[in-house]
């Protein structure tokens, strides 16, 4: 992409008189102004831009003042030149940069700098669920706040940060190095990438590139395609037995994340044989994990939980044989039996949780739980279809108290 010549070569003509008198003498100040070639969009609000053009320069010393927006961080430009080595900028309005064209001819210029507050995107799902698959559909929603309508520029897309402030200084470097090391790569009319895709630059940063070019008009919610997938998923059930001793389950699924990039956390409008189930949100979802997402309250499975048998016992005993310390012994005794039946024709998997007081002791168990802690016992089921099962349990707590006679 090429800037516009004509609004250069006035500034060269009024500059001629001067080449000809000294021709290695320092030109005269020329101003540019670079189309923007792409922008990319950081999830507080930051937005990098990248400006390219080419221009026919002559050999040896040169001033440009280089148009950049009011509301750009002037401390953040970078400017590379082709065939041209730095001597100077000096940062006043536009920043002035002295430059030594080592090569007479047409030399690109690409100019880069940060923005903030300048824009913003954020991720739209729609999910579409089937026996054993999701369609994920996301659409990128971006406002351009930048203070200037782009026209035809490559859009990036970054996710994966929770936090603004650590990472702003230090993206500022890391966004400048990558433009320098990238400006020589890529042609002024670059071609688009052929497809969305993400990366881990930038360390916890994932940059999606939207394909081909696209306008972003000025303080308008614009929707673009950002990836579609079909992942595969396992459905779950989860019964928390001690707040929900009648139920219900609740109805969760577990897609796996297959792409390179992951799924930027967002509303989601939730599809079931293509009838609207609810509004829920995505969780952020690395490559290669599972997004798990809560349907909700389901009746596919009846649970119920009932205190079985509560027995208490007590006795008195002397603490030795050696003295007459005398304590009180109560021994209670709690038995749960935990029944669960499935309104299914296909198989379900349910995950049971419980919890049991901390000093307790475990004296009988069926079936063993897969996870156990000092308060809690959680079992994983695979039910047949239309199967009656159960869990049953009993624990114990012992409690000791002094029945000796102070005076």
Not at 306 to 313: M, P, Q, S, V, W
């Amino acid at each position: 992409m090429k800037i516009f010549v004509a609004l250069l070569m006035p500034m060269l003509l009024i500059c001629a008189p001067v080449f000809a008198a000294s021709p290695q003498s320092v030109e005269a100040t020329t101003a540019i102004t670079l189309p923007v070639d792409s922008v990319t969009i950081y999830p507080d609000g930051l937005m990098a831009v990248k400006r390219m053009g080419a221009l026919d320069v002559t050999e040896g010393e040169h001033k440009f003042v280089v148009d950049v927006p009011e509301a750009a961080d002037k401390s953040t430009t970078l400017l590379s030149v082709s065939n041209a080595t730095m001597k100077r900028v000096i940062y006043e309005g536009n920043p002035v940069y002295t430059l030594n064209i080592s090569s007479a001819g047409s030399q690109d210029f690409a100019l880069s700098y940060l923005m903030y507050n300048a824009g913003s995107w954020e991720p739209r799902y729609d999910l579409h669920l089937s026996n054993d698959s999701v369609l994920v559909r996301a659409n990128a929603v971006v406002t351009n706040q930048g203070g200037e309508e782009l026209k035809t520029v490559r859009l990036k897309l970054v996710a994966g940060l929770t936090t603004p402030e650590p990472y702003m200084a230090k993206a500022s470097n890391q966004i400048q190095q990558r433009y320098a090391d990238a400006v020589m790569e890529a042609a002024p009319a670059a071609e688009p990438a052929p497809a969305p895709s993400g990366t881990g630059e930038l360390e916890t940063l994932y940059i999606f590139e939207l394909e081909g070019r696209k306008d972003l008009v000025m303080d308008k919610e614009i929707g673009f395609p950002l990836f579609e997938e079909k992942a595969p998923l396992k459905r779950i059930y989860t019964w928390d037995a001690s707040s929900r001793e009648e139920g219900p389950v609740v109805e969760e699924i577990r897609a796996n994340n297959t792409m390179t990039g992951p799924w930027p956390s967002g509303k989601t409008l939730l599809y079931k044989d293509d009838d609207y189930v609810s509004t829920i949100q995505m969780p952020f979802t690395p490559a290669g994990t599972n997004a798990s997402i809560v349907i909700g309250p389901s009746a596919d499975l009846k649970v119920t939980r009932k205190l079985k048998d509560y027995n208490i016992t007590e006795r008195i005993g002397n603490v030795s044989a050696s003295n007459n310390h005398t304590v009180k012994v109560t021994t209670e005794t709690w038995t749960y039996h935990l029944k669960v039946e499935s309104n299914l024709d296909r198989a379900a998997n349910l995950e049971v949780t419980d919890t049991r007081p901390k000093e307790a002791r475990i004296i009988s168990i069926s079936p063993d739980p897969a996870e156990t802690t000092a308060t809690s016992l959680k079992w994983k089921l695979l039910l047949r279809p239309r199967e009656k099962t159960a869990i049953d349990y009993a624990y114990q707590v012992i409690t000791t108290e002094s029945l000796q006679s102070t005076y």
